[in-house]
């Protein structure tokens, strides 16, 4: 499966993007979803990561009660509301794709697929 994440830009602190990962293929629906995001010189990080039906949802803490994780599976699309942003929010946002059967959403291993990331500038 093809990832196309997007929806990135600047945004001031405290205000609100959605991004959106647009996948090619029939199989969408077969796969669990997560965000991850890379800031410069940290390691890729896990966000928030969904369930093949959209009926489960993982949060870092870190982003917890800001940000919210959905899919349409008709679509083959997944989405990440990013609210009451802080600087610290400010990464390249990547999405991925994986079988993840019984294995938690956190790791970046789990995941077969990634997008090609997307920017997000959070000023202060």
């Known amino acids: 499966v093809l990832l196309q994440a997007s929806g990135g830009g600047l945004v001031q602190a405290g205000g609100s993007v959605r991004l959106s990962c647009a996948a090619s293929g029939r199989a969408f629906a077969s796969y669990a979803m997560g965000w991850f995001r890379q800031a410069p010189g940290k390691e890729r990080e896990f966000v928030a990561g969904?369930?093949?039906?959209?009926?489960?949802?993982a949060y870092a803490e870190s982003v917890k009660g800001r940000f919210t994780i959905s899919r349409d599976n008709a679509k083959n699309t997944m989405y990440l509301q990013m609210s009451s942003l802080k600087p610290e929010d400010t990464a390249v946002y990547y999405c991925a794709a994986g079988a993840l059967r019984g294995s938690g959403y956190s790791a970046p291993g789990l995941y077969d697929y990634w997008g090609q990331g997307t920017q997000v500038t959070v000023s202060s």
């Open positions: 969904i369930s093949r039906s959209g009926g489960s949802m």
